[in-house]
Every structure is written in structure tokens, then in C-alpha cells.
């Protein structure tokens, strides 16, 4: 009998409905994330300062409390459009001031952490333009001078490099014959920052800037663009490049699934 109703009574406590828990605030979350002397020595254009390992931030040096949230909030839509393995070598985040760069990636190693990896930085002027920062599941905007843009390119730098698609990209298209010539102010670009998806560039900063800057640029607009060309241009060649590249087409998929009811 007294088994019965231990039973039972444990029958009940499984099936109680589980409480409600209350959403963490981006406050709470910063104050959460120790401190660490050793990133005061980063440079000073750097607001805010985050150790990350994988999907976490394990330390933090925040100069500008306001950077702090922004660089967090941040943070939340670098590891909703990539996963891990895309990015595990970014071992630092940072938010920096200026306007300047909108982004940057160190490919040389260097960074404040004191392990092997690189740094990411963003900068704190483009994150405060971004009306749904709070949102990291939000759909991607295709355009340059996005946020969204800004990540995918500097993050793209990383990953280009590690599948080394840039030395391929360059041994595909850049040592071939009869190549178009590049100018050095072209005009004729959307407006709106939108890439081309015909024709011979995808953007006008990848016309002016060759080598691993249009390898970027590329990479950016396949993994952006709703639709891939299916023209027989010049450009649709370079962003059907990327579907060869390892990991890409699982990439973009993700990405491309970001707010999808």
C-alpha cells in the first residue's frame, strides 16, 4: 500500500506543469561575465572586450557600458547566422569605436586573450543603427553597410581562410585569361548596397578591391542573396563558386532560414 502511494504521489509531481522562468536581461547577463585583467590591455579603440570560447562568452573588459550591451547583443546574432565549426578559432569579440571600419577580421593571430586564434570587431556605430539588434533570429538583410553584411564579410575572411577558398577563388578567376578590367570608381552599383547577381562584380567595393576583398565579397553574397543566379555571367560563376566550397551550401541554408515561419 505505502508503495501505491508513493507512486502516485510522484505521478503527480511529474506531471505538475513546469513554472514559467523569467528572461535574463542583457544587464544581468553582462554583470554575469567576469572580468579579466588581462584584456585592460587591449587597445583602447576597443569599447568592449569579450574572451569567447565556442558559443560563450567566458570574460569581458567593458570601457563603455553601452558598447558592453550592444557587443552582446551582437554576439547573440554572430552565433544564430554561424555555427560553431564556421567559426571556432574567433577566440575574441570586440566592439570598437570610430567610424572608420564598420568591421574588422585579424587574420594575422593576434588578439588579447592569450590563446591561438583571431579577433572580430565590430563597430559601435553600426550596431546602435541596428532597430532589432535584440532580435538574433530575425531575417538576414542583404545589403552593404548592414550589420548583417558587416558580419557575414569579416566572418567570411575567417572562413575563407581556414577552407582556403581565397587561393582557390584567385587560381579560378583571377589568373584566367581575358579577365575584365577593374575601374577604379564605379558609379553604376544599386544604390541601396543590394550586390549584382549578373554581370562581372558582385559589388563596387569588390571591382575596386582584388584579392581577398571580392573573394569576401563573394562569399557574402552567396550566403545572402535569397535567390542564386542562374545567368550565365561572369558573376553567377564566382557566387556558384562557393556552392563547392566546403560547408557553404549547409551554411546558407541556415541563414537563409532565419525567420521562417
Known amino acids: 500500500m505505502t508503495g501505491?502511494?508513493?507512486?502516485?504521489a510522484a505521478t503527480l509531481t511529474l506531471s505538475a506543469p513546469a513554472q514559467p522562468t523569467e528572461p535574463v536581461s542583457i544587464d544581468d547577463r553582462l554583470s554575469a561575465i567576469p572580468d579579466a585583467p588581462k584584456l585592460a590591455?587591449?587597445?583602447?579603440?576597443?569599447?568592449?572586450?569579450?574572451?569567447?570560447?565556442?558559443?560563450d562568452v567566458v570574460a569581458k573588459h567593458?570601457?563603455?557600458?553601452?558598447?558592453?550591451?550592444?557587443?552582446?547583443?551582437?554576439?547573440?546574432?554572430?552565433?544564430?547566422?554561424?555555427?560553431?565549426?564556421?567559426?571556432?578559432?574567433?577566440?575574441?569579440?570586440?566592439?570598437?569605436e570610430g567610424t572608420r571600419w564598420a568591421g574588422q577580421f585579424d587574420g594575422s593571430g593576434t588578439n588579447d586573450v592569450g590563446r591561438r586564434g583571431y579577433r572580430l570587431s565590430v563597430a559601435a556605430y553600426l550596431l546602435a543603427q541596428e532597430d532589432e539588434l535584440g532580435d538574433p533570429d530575425r531575417p538576414v538583410d542583404a545589403r552593404r553597410g548592414t550589420l548583417d553584411w558587416t558580419l557575414v564579410h569579416e566572418i567570411g575572411h575567417y572562413?575563407?581562410?581556414?577552407?582556403?577558398?581565397?587561393?582557390?577563388?584567385s587560381r579560378r578567376f583571377d589568373a584566367r585569361p581575358g579577365?575584365?578590367?577593374?575601374?577604379?570608381?564605379p558609379d553604376d552599383y544599386p544604390q541601396d548596397g543590394s550586390p549584382l547577381i549578373e554581370g562581372?562584380?558582385?559589388?563596387?567595393?569588390?571591382?575596386?578591391?582584388?584579392?581577398?576583398?571580392?573573394?569576401?565579397?563573394?562569399f557574402t553574397t552567396?550566403?545572402?542573396v535569397p535567390e542564386l543566379p542562374k545567368n550565365d555571367s561572369l558573376v553567377a560563376e564566382k557566387i556558384g563558386f562557393f556552392g563547392g566550397v566546403r560547408g557553404m551550401p549547409a551554411l546558407r541554408k541556415r541563414i537563409q532560414g532565419l525567420g521562417a515561419e
Open 159 to 169: 572562413y575563407c581562410l581556414v577552407t582556403d577558398a581565397i587561393e582557390r577563388f
Open 200 to 218: 562581372d562584380f558582385v559589388t563596387s567595393y569588390a571591382e575596386r578591391t582584388p584579392g581577398d576583398e571580392e573573394v569576401v565579397e563573394t
Open 41 to 55: 590591455d587591449a587597445p583602447e579603440r576597443y569599447l568592449a572586450v569579450f574572451e569567447i570560447d565556442e558559443d
Open 62 to 96: 567593458v570601457r563603455d557600458e553601452e558598447a558592453g550591451r550592444l557587443g552582446l547583443m551582437c554576439w547573440d546574432r554572430v552565433t544564430t547566422l554561424f555555427p560553431v565549426w564556421a567559426r571556432r578559432r574567433i577566440v575574441q569579440f570586440n566592439v570598437q
Open 4 to 8: 501505491l502511494v508513493v507512486i502516485a
Open 222 to 224: 552567396y550566403l545572402l
Open 179 to 185: 579577365m575584365p578590367e577593374r575601374r577604379e570608381a
